[in-house]
């Protein structure tokens, strides 16, 4: 399974940015997908979770700004980052579950998509 993200940069406090991420298999086989962010020196920060059952999860850091949705496909999801703040500046990088029995799962990473807010 790969997971191709794309859509980071740099933007100015306030601004938006728009993420996607795709796996490279089929949704009936992802259980979760997500985002996790490191800033540098600072620990992996779980930031946002999109279920099978299409529940979604946000760190407190992040709700009301950000906001994870999935295409019709369910293998690409998107996270949308309003209202941003230089404290969101970090390597973004997606994450899938896919389940492999015996309610055991792997976990695959994207590559990271660096985003950063100026000031």
């Known amino acids: 399974v790969q997971l191709q993200a794309s859509g980071g940069g740099l933007v100015q406090a306030g601004g938006s940015l728009r993420l996607s991420c795709t796996a490279s298999v089929n949704s009936f086989r992802i259980n979760v997908m997500g985002w996790y962010r490191q800033a540098p020196g600072q620990q992996r920060e779980l930031v946002a979770t999109?279920?099978?059952?299409?529940?979604?999860n946000y760190a407190d850091s992040v709700k009301g700004r950000f906001t994870i949705s999935r295409d019709n496909a369910g293998n690409t999801v998107y996270l949308q980052l309003n209202s941003l703040k230089p404290e969101d500046t970090a390597v973004y990088y997606c994450?899938?579950?896919?389940?492999?029995?015996?309610?055991?799962?792997?976990?695959?990473w994207g590559q990271g998509t660096q985003v950063t807010v100026s000031s």
């Open positions: 994450y899938c579950n896919v389940p492999v029995g015996r309610g055991e799962y792997n976990t695959y």
């Open positions: 999109f279920t099978r059952d299409l529940n979604t």
